[in-house]
């Protein structure tokens, strides 16, 4: 297994200054599928397999509940640190798997992007109608619902999506890099796999459980190898 020793394009950088951006880099590779993890544990009803398709339902789901607003915010504040992580993963890639981290990095950077537009638009708005009384609500529930189905341009939050089909492609080229053992980019991969499920957060916690198997030990080597620790 290849060490992770080709780190960011540092230029002239004072030593210090580049130990600092690799510690940093390691620690965000470490951190975002735990912040990942969190947000997804702690979504109300976390045991149920059931899709929720229905305006009331999921309605009720986030009305009076701030763990799930918590949540989402836990996953809308590891954006910029999954772009951290991203641009990292891509210094690693070179020579004939250069084309890995260029795509991957491509669709991780937008899908990151698209996932704090989903946050935003679809799940902080809706703090603004937490707390209103049932007449109240009932009122505005045309306004609620079409967000609910991503009425307009809404759509458009469906781009998230590529968040996790970048990192797929830039873990099989840290596979065929030799840059992580075949086990843990095999757990990288599958757990990003498990996020694309249609909003069921007991699979997407495995998945966020498999990509802390896959990820913080690599996000540990960085990180260790800037303090002087060896592999």
């Known amino acids: 297994m290849r060490s992770p020793s080709k780190t960011l394009a540092t230029g002239t950088l004072p030593e210090g200054l580049v130990r600092l951006k690799e510690i940093g880099a390691g620690l965000c590779i470490i951190a975002f599928p735990v912040m990942l993890l969190i947000g997804f544990v702690t979504h109300p009803n976390i045991m149920s397999f059931a899709m929720v398709t229905d305006y009331a339902d999921w309605a009720e789901e986030w009305r009076g509940s701030f763990m799930f607003h918590f949540g989402h915010l836990i996953v809308m504040l590891a954006v910029p640190v999954i772009i951290v992580a991203c641009i990292r993963l891509m210094a690693m890639l070179d020579g004939p798997r250069a084309w890995y981290g260029f795509i991957g990095g491509i669709l991780g950077v937008f899908g990151a992007f698209m996932l704090a537009v989903d946050k935003g638009a679809l799940t902080f708005v809706l703090t603004a109608f937490r707390e209103l009384p049932q007449a109240e609500f009932e009122v505005s529930t045309p306004a609620i619902q079409s967000i609910f189905e991503r009425s307009g341009w809404l759509?458009?939050?469906?781009?998230?999506?590529?968040?996790?089909?970048?990192?797929?492609?830039?873990?099989?080229?840290?596979?065929?890099?030799?840059?992580?053992?075949?086990?843990?980019?095999?757990?990288?991969?599958?757990?990003?796999i498990l996020l694309l499920n249609p909003d069921i957060e007991i699979i997407s916690s495995a998945g966020a459980l498999l990509m802390c198997v896959g990820f913080i030990p690599l996000g540990a080597r960085i990180a260790g190898a800037a303090l002087g620790f060896a592999d």
């Open 155 to 192: 759509w458009i939050t469906w781009g998230f999506v590529t968040l996790p089909i970048g990192f797929i492609v830039l873990a099989t080229g840290l596979i065929r890099q030799g840059a992580v053992p075949t086990w843990q980019g095999v757990c990288m991969i599958v757990g990003l």
